[in-house]
């Protein structure tokens, strides 16, 4: 996996330990993540929203995609072609492999081997996620994950905006014995910041855990929190709640954050790779729609009729390709 990391954790700034009478965060919902092709056909795994994981419960994050882990073959690679975005912010994180992303406002590039594309929809805006010709030629490992964040209602009309944050930029901390590498991309954990700057306030983080590592995280009792196992398995809150792959949890209120790694390998790796989430609910109506999230009905109607009228950009004229 080579989302970027360190040669020796113990080296790295830590996690403080957990205050006295820490409240431990609970696993109120469980859910295995449906897979479903999205794209022009590109499996994925959704844990949101989902039947047990609905907008309220993960607010203000709207959808989480788990790509891959797939082995393509070649001419097998399969991305998203150019489509529109409104009310929301899009971030990618590309752990293995490399996307190319592009938009109708000139923002974009490489994503690979731990960076993310933070992307503010906002008013509104074209892009595309490809595989780039090489990966489509000669096939290969592709895994990361695509998260929606949601605007409240005073943003969604901000203007768009692009954020490339390369994987050396990625703020690296190791848990409290060293046994737990922690990248932050996003927000704040223990003092330390990630370099992701949003309108909404998140934190975004990918923990990688050795086996039989015990993870335990501050985290603000104000954040709605959410887990995903991007790999491997363990036991998540201090009842032991067996989790593994492709499994996300809605947690309940508290300080912190427990996560014990297993110690049987379980996937390609023995470790277990898990996503951190946490935000601040917005607390609003949500008007959703395929690309569109909005607040009221006519906010999507009218989201259709200003792409349709070319009003959230135009895809350069050397991409656009009528009927194809």
Do not use: C
């Not at 190791?174 to 223990?190: F, K, Y």
């Amino acid at each position: 996996m080579p989302a970027v990391t360190h040669p020796n954790w113990l080296q790295l700034p830590r996690i403080g330990p957990p205050i006295p009478q820490a409240i431990d965060r609970p696993v109120e919902r469980l859910v295995t993540a449906p897979s479903l092709l999205e794209g022009a056909g590109f499996p994925v795994r959704r844990p949101f929203p989902s039947r047990e994981i609905g907008f309220r419960n993960a607010d203000p994050f709207l959808l989480l995609d788990h790509l891959g882990a797939v082995e393509y073959a070649p001419g097998e690679a399969k991305g998203a072609p150019w489509h529109p975005h409104r009310g929301f912010e899009t971030v990618t994180y590309i752990i293995d492999g490399v996307m190319q992303h592009r938009d109708s406002q000139g923002g974009g590039g490489l994503i690979t081997n731990g960076d993310t594309q933070w992307m503010t929809a906002g008013s509104g805006i074209l892009h595309d996620e490809l595989p780039t010709e090489e990966l489509v030629r000669t096939g290969g490992l592709f895994h990361g994950i695509q998260l929606w964040v949601n605007l409240p209602r005073r943003l969604k009309w901000t203007p768009p905006r692009y954020q490339s944050l390369a994987s050396h930029h990625v703020t690296l901390v190791s848990s409290e014995h060293g046994d737990a590498l922690l990248r932050i991309i996003a927000g704040e954990l223990d003092g330390h910041k990630g370099p992701g700057v949003t309108w909404t306030p998140v934190t975004v983080v990918h923990a990688t855990l050795n086996p039989g590592s015990l993870l335990q995280v501050p985290w603000p009792q104000h954040f709605n929190t959410l887990i995903y196992v991007l790999s491997g398995a363990g036991t998540v809150s201090s009842a032991g709640v067996l989790m593994h792959e492709g499994q996300g949890a809605q947690m309940g209120f508290g300080d912190i954050i427990t996560i014990a790694a297993s110690t049987e390998r379980t996937g390609p790796s023995d470790t277990m790779e898990v996503l951190l989430l946490g935000g601040r609910p917005i607390g609003e109506p949500i008007a959703s729609y395929g690309p569109f999230v909005m607040n009221t009905h006519a906010e999507i109607v009218q989201a259709f009729n200003d792409y349709q009228e070319g009003r959230m950009g135009n895809i350069p004229a050397q991409e656009f390709h009528p009927g194809g």
